[in-house]
């Protein structure tokens, strides 16, 4: 395999770490260190967009590098390969399940989270903001399971026995 190839991989596991370790970032030490902090809702919205800026360049990258990574093992990205091979239906998976990431961050990002924010500073209902919360989870969950397809293709696809 070439130096490409480790390159490619490389850099979607740094790409990858940002992604999960930014939505980890936020609940776990972001929310609880500014608690009391008079300006709270306007820092939440400050490093929320920051985040939202690197978060869509590093899901365009996650995806250059994830086709890129199967290219440079030597796979024609064809129809056959998407169905024939476990690492192809691995790989399908991860582009389905992208696809979902890529829905609810938009839908977090332009829809729950900016709204639930302004309601947040009206002391509005908090309809909103549970819905930014739990998209954000189930994000943070989704990641987790593309790191873990991740790990299975490293390894050529085969299954846990
Ligand atoms: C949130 C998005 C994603 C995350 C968190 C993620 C995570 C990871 C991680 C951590 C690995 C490396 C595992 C290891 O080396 O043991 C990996 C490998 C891989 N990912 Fe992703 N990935 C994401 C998106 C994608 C996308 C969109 C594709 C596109 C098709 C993709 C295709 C691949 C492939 C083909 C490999 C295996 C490379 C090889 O053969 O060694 N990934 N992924």
């Given at each position: 395999m070439s130096i490409w190839y480790f390159l490619s991989v490389w850099l979607h596991v740094i790409l990858a770490a940002f992604w999960i370790g930014g939505m980890l970032f936020l609940p776990l030490v972001i929310l609880p260190g500014i608690r009391n902090h008079p300006d709270r809702i306007r820092i939440l919205y400050d490093t929320g967009i920051r985040f939202r800026f690197f978060g869509w360049i590093v899901l365009a990258g996650l995806l250059v590098t994830g086709l890129l990574n199967a290219r440079l093992r030597g796979?024609?990205?064809?129809a056959d390969f998407f169905s024939v091979s476990n690492y192809g239906r691995l790989v399908a998976w991860k582009i389905g399940i992208f696809t979902l990431i890529l829905l609810l961050s938009g839908a977090h990002d332009w829809v729950f989270g900016n709204k639930a924010l302004e309601e947040m500073q009206e002391a509005a209902d908090q309809r909103l903001r549970l819905m930014a919360r739990w998209s954000g989870r189930i994000n943070l969950l989704l990641g987790c399971m593309m790191a873990f397809l991740g790990l299975l293709l490293s390894r050529g696809g085969q299954l846990p026995g």
């Open positions: 796979f024609t990205l064809n």
